[in-house]
C-alpha cells in the first residue's frame, strides 16, 4: 500500500462519509436496500470507534415520483418540493437500520448561508459535536427548501467538503456511482484510467475533472474534484470511491487500494481560517502589484494599501474578498479591514498617507495576515 495512504487510513478517528444520489437511489426513487447496507456499514465505522458525519443526498430523487415526475425535476421549486417530500423518506430509511443496530441518527440541514455567518457556522459547529460526543450519527443535508440560487451550495459535494472543514475532519471520503476519478471517459476513450492517488491539485487535473466520466448525481466528477480542492484547502484529504461496491466502507478503513485518494495541500488550518478560506462568501477582488503579490504568497506578510492595482465588487469591512495578481487570477482569499471604495482611494499609497486621504484610519494593512489564507500557488503564475 502507498505510504500516504497507509498513513491516512491508518489512523482515521473521525471522517465525513457524504453519499450522493446516485448511490441511494434508482430511476424508480430510494434505493432502500442500498441505503440500509450503507447505514449498516456506517453502524459497524461507529462500532470501531471512528466517528461518523453523514452528509447524504437522495431527498430529491426520494419525493419525486410523489409529484408524477419521471426524470430529474426540471424548476428549482419542483426539486425543492421533491426534496421536501424525499427528506423524511431518507430519515425514516436511516432510521430503521440505526434502531436496529442501538444506534441514534440525527438530521442536519444547512444552507451556505448559515455558513458563511460565523455565528452560525459556530453554532452548526457546537450542534454537530455534542451530537458526536453522545455517540449520535449527524445526517446532513441541504436544506433544500430555503435556498434560493445564490445561497445554495448547489451540489452536496460543495457541503460535505464545508462539513468536513468545520469539524476537522481526518478524511473525505465521497462514495459515488464509479470507481474513483478517471483521467478521462472510460466509456469513449480506451486510455482513461483511473487515478490511485492525487499529490497536487494541477490545472491539468481540474481540466480532466471535466471529461472524468461524472456520476449521474448532481454535480458529476467535476464538483467531487472541487470538493476534494476545498477539503485540501482545510487540510482534509479526500477519497472518492464507489459506494455501490459492497464492503466498500471496511475496505477504506483497512487501507485498501479502492478509488483516488486526493491529498491535502496545507496542513490543518486553524479553525478561524478553514472558515475564511471555505465558508466565507468573496463580494470582490482586489488586484496586486507583483511585488504586493511575492511579500503576500512567498513572504507571509499582510497586504497593505501601497501594492493595490484595483479594487472591484461591493464590499464593506469585514467581507471576505479574493486577493489576486495583476491578471485577477485569484491566489488569496481574506477579510478587508476597509471597505471598496476606502480601498479604491487609498489604493497605491502608503500607510501613513491613509489618515490624510481618508480623514480617518482603521489599520495599515488592508488585509491582516491572520485573516488571510492562501489558495493556490502564486509562485508559479509569476514564473510564467
Ligand atoms: N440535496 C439534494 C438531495 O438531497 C442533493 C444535492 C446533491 O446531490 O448534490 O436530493
Not at 434508482?26 to 466517528?51: F, K, N, P, Y
Not at 486553524?270 to 512567498?298: F, H, T, Y
Not at 479591514?337 to 494593512?365: F, P, V, W
Amino acid at each position: 500500500m502507498n505510504r500516504a495512504r497507509k498513513e491516512i487510513l491508518g489512523r482515521l478517528k473521525r471522517i465525513v462519509i457524504k453519499i450522493g444520489s446516485g448511490v441511494i437511489s434508482t430511476a424508480e426513487g430510494l434505493d432502500e436496500v442500498m441505503l440500509s447496507r450503507l447505514a449498516e456499514d456506517i453502524c459497524d465505522l461507529r462500532e470501531q470507534g471512528i466517528e461518523v458525519i453523514l452528509v447524504s443526498s437522495g431527498a430529491v430523487a426520494a419525493g419525486r415520483s410523489s409529484l408524477g415526475i419521471g426524470g430529474r425535476p426540471q424548476t428549482i421549486p419542483q426539486k425543492q418540493a421533491a426534496a421536501a417530500i424525499g427528506q423524511p423518506r431518507i430519515m425514516r430509511a436511516y432510521k430503521e437500520v440505526f434502531t436496529r443496530r442501538n444506534r441514534v441518527a440525527a438530521q442536519v440541514l444547512l444552507t451556505r448561508d448559515d455558513l458563511s455567518n460565523r455565528r452560525r457556522y459556530l453554532n452548526a459547529h457546537n450542534t454537530l459535536d455534542t451530537l458526536i460526543e453522545y455517540g449520535v450519527t449527524p445526517i446532513v443535508n441541504e436544506n433544500d427548501t430555503v435556498v434560493v440560487e445564490e445561497i445554495r451550495f448547489g451540489d452536496n459535494d460543495n457541503l460535505s467538503a464545508l462539513v468536513a472543514s468545520l469539524m476537522a475532519a481526518d478524511l473525505l471520503l465521497i462514495l459515488s456511482d464509479v470507481d474513483g476519478f478517471y483521467s478521462g471517459d472510460p466509456g469513449c476513450d480506451k486510455n482513461a484510467q483511473l487515478l490511485p492517488l492525487i499529490e497536487r491539485m494541477t490545472p491539468e487535473i481540474e481540466a480532466m475533472a471535466g471529461t472524468s466520466r461524472g456520476s449521474l448525481g448532481t454535480g458529476g466528477m467535476q464538483t467531487k474534484v472541487q470538493a476534494a480542492q476545498k477539503a485540501g484547502l482545510a487540510g482534509v484529504p479526500t477519497l472518492i470511491v464507489n459506494g455501490r461496491v459492497a464492503g466498500i466502507l471496511t475496505q477504506v478503513v483497512e487501507g485498501g487500494d479502492v478509488g483516488s485518494l486526493f491529498l491535502a495541500s496545507s496542513s490543518k488550518l486553524n479553525a478561524r481560517k478553514r472558515w475564511i478560506a471555505l465558508s466565507m462568501q468573496p463580494n470582490g477582488r482586489i488586484l496586486l502589484d507583483e511585488g504586493a503579490v511575492r511579500a503576500v504568497a512567498e513572504a507571509g506578510k499582510s497586504l497593505l494599501p501601497t501594492g493595490i492595482v484595483s479594487v472591484d465588487g461591493e464590499f464593506g469591512r469585514g467581507d471576505a474578498v479574493h486577493i489576486c495578481d495583476r491578471n485577477a487570477v485569484p491566489f488569496a482569499i481574506g477579510v478587508a479591514n476597509y471597505t471598496c471604495s476606502e480601498l479604491e482611494q487609498i489604493k497605491g499609497h502608503r500607510c501613513a498617507e491613509i489618515e490624510q486621504i481618508l480623514g480617518y484610519q482603521y489599520r495599515d494593512e488592508a488585509v491582516y495576515r491572520d485573516n488571510l489564507v492562501l489558495i493556490r500557488d502564486a509562485a508559479e503564475e509569476l514564473e510564467a
